[in-house]
């Protein structure tokens, strides 16, 4: 059975970071394209950034919101994909869930981790 | 970026009854080195992470009630149910994955009447 679990989420004051994770199993994570998408209370989904599989590059992609300021890892060792946050604001509060791709579309969710930006 | 653009914002269907939500793309999101069309459509009910109905624009993911059906090509989508059932109450939104970055449809909510 194929498992996502974000963890790391939070209240944050504006200004400041944070790292969420999102440990995986039930399939094979190493060849997997791996995506955030964030849903602010009330509101629609929006795409946060995509790491690519090692074997193909492992490059990375973001959206103009978060370009620069979030940065998206993975460790294949540990079955993990990260999303690191800085000069967060209130704007990106909303629910962040990781999902891993099928050919561009999100196959599998986690079932997502708050992240509150206030002071 | 490719803007994506769903209507109608909000619809309400008697059970039994069609269901019917469509999506505009800004730009063509067909694929032209497999002639496939790159856009999905999700479910997500209140609470829940969101579900993948369909994929490469007319495909049902596995275990997906085949009440449940999409059409269209190029820029204009189209998302049915074709007998609405009670558990169907949900958000449905379409996201295009032609290009990055990856972006949705702002969501039609979908009542019964």
């Known amino acids: 059975e194929v498992q996502l679990v974000e963890s790391g989420g939070g209240l944050v004051k504006p200004g400041g970071s944070l790292r969420l994770s999102c440990a995986a199993s039930?399939?094979?994570?190493?060849?997997?394209?791996m995506s955030w998408v964030r849903q602010a209370p009330g509101k629609g989904l929006e795409w946060v950034g995509r790491i690519k599989s090692k074997s193909n590059g492992g490059t990375t992609d973001y959206a103009a919101p978060v370009k620069g300021r979030f940065t998206v890892s993975r460790d294949d060792s540990k079955n993990t994909l990260y999303l690191q946050m800085s000069s967060l604001q209130s704007e990106d509060t909303a629910v962040y869930y990781c999902?891993?791709?099928?050919?561009?579309?999100?196959?599998?969710w986690g079932q997502g981790t708050l992240v509150t930006v206030s002071s | 970026d490719i803007v994506m653009t769903q209507s109608p914002d909000s619809l309400a269907v008697s059970l039994g009854e069609r269901a019917t939500i469509n999506c505009q793309s800004s730009?063509?999101?067909?694929?032209?080195?497999?002639?496939?069309?790159?856009l999905a459509w999700y479910q997500q009910k209140p609470g829940q992470p969101p579900k993948l109905l369909i994929y490469?624009?007319?495909t049902r993911e596995s275990g997906v009630p085949d009440r449940f059906s999409g059409s269209g090509s190029g820029t204009d989508f189209t998302l049915t149910i074709s007998s609405l059932q009670a558990e169907d109450v949900a958000v449905y939104s379409c996201q295009q994955y032609y290009s990055g970055p990856y972006t949705f449809g702002q969501g039609t909510k979908l009542e019964i009447k």
């Open positions: 039930g399939f094979t994570f190493t060849s997997a394209w």
């Open positions: 999902s891993a791709e099928y050919y561009g579309s999100l196959k599998y």
């Open positions: 490469w624009a007319s």
């Open positions: 730009q063509s999101v067909l694929y032209s080195s497999n002639n496939k069309n790159s």
